[in-house]
């Protein structure tokens, strides 16, 4: 019986143990951090205003949160590159966290193109662009 005891008491410390870093590993990015990010995609880029499905009110559609939509508006003259549907940012799906830092902080994507009008080529600071990436990241379906 004690053996028995003992033997789940080092099961469980194991599981403790896998937990706690678990944890570390999520808990990596600070609040503060997490903080900066969502203050310059929602504050200054204003990300949302692309990226979000609008309803009839005009009001960004909270469940559909960075998900891209279709984009509400056209340019005035004819471009060949425009971008008509946003893409999901949530969780920035498909990007490597370098290659968004690099992107935020360029403007030059994963494929050595800039984005598509109406998208802006952001000059992040490396700070900002980290930021940015680990609230968008923070935003994707968990692991």
């Given at each position: 019986?004690?053996?028995?005891?003992?033997?789940?008491?080092?099961?469980?410390?194991?599981?403790?143990?896998?937990?706690?870093?678990?944890?570390?590993?999520?808990?990596?990015?600070?609040?503060?951090?997490?903080?900066?990010?969502?203050?310059?995609?929602?504050?200054?880029?204003?990300?949302?205003?692309?990226?979000?499905?609008?309803?009839?009110k005009g009001e960004?559609?909270?469940?559909?949160?960075?998900?891209?939509?279709?984009?509400?508006?056209?340019?005035?003259?004819?471009?060949?590159?425009?971008?008509?549907?946003?893409?999901?940012?949530?969780?920035?799906?498909?990007?490597?966290?370098?290659?968004?830092?690099?992107?935020?902080?360029?403007?030059?994507?994963?494929?050595?193109?800039?984005?598509?009008?109406?998208?802006?080529?952001?000059?992040?600071?490396?700070?900002?662009?980290?930021?940015?990436?680990?609230?968008?990241?923070?935003?994707?379906?968990?692991?």
């Open positions: 019986m004690k053996k028995q005891i003992f033997a789940v008491s080092i099961i469980a410390l194991g599981f403790v143990s896998i937990l706690a870093g678990e944890q570390k590993t999520v808990s990596r990015v600070s609040p503060a951090k997490l903080a900066r990010g969502k203050y310059l995609v929602e504050g200054i880029g204003m990300c949302h205003d692309c990226h979000t499905p609008h309803n009839e960004p559609i909270k469940e559909q949160w960075l998900k891209g939509t279709e984009l509400p508006f056209k340019p005035a003259v004819p471009m060949p590159v425009w971008a008509d549907k946003s893409v999901n940012i949530a969780g920035l799906p498909g990007w490597e966290h370098d290659a968004a830092v690099k992107f935020l902080m360029t403007g030059i994507a994963y494929n050595g193109l800039p984005a598509r009008p109406p998208m802006p080529q952001y000059r992040y600071n490396q700070q900002d662009a980290e930021a940015i990436v680990a609230y968008l990241k923070s935003l994707g379906p968990s692991k």
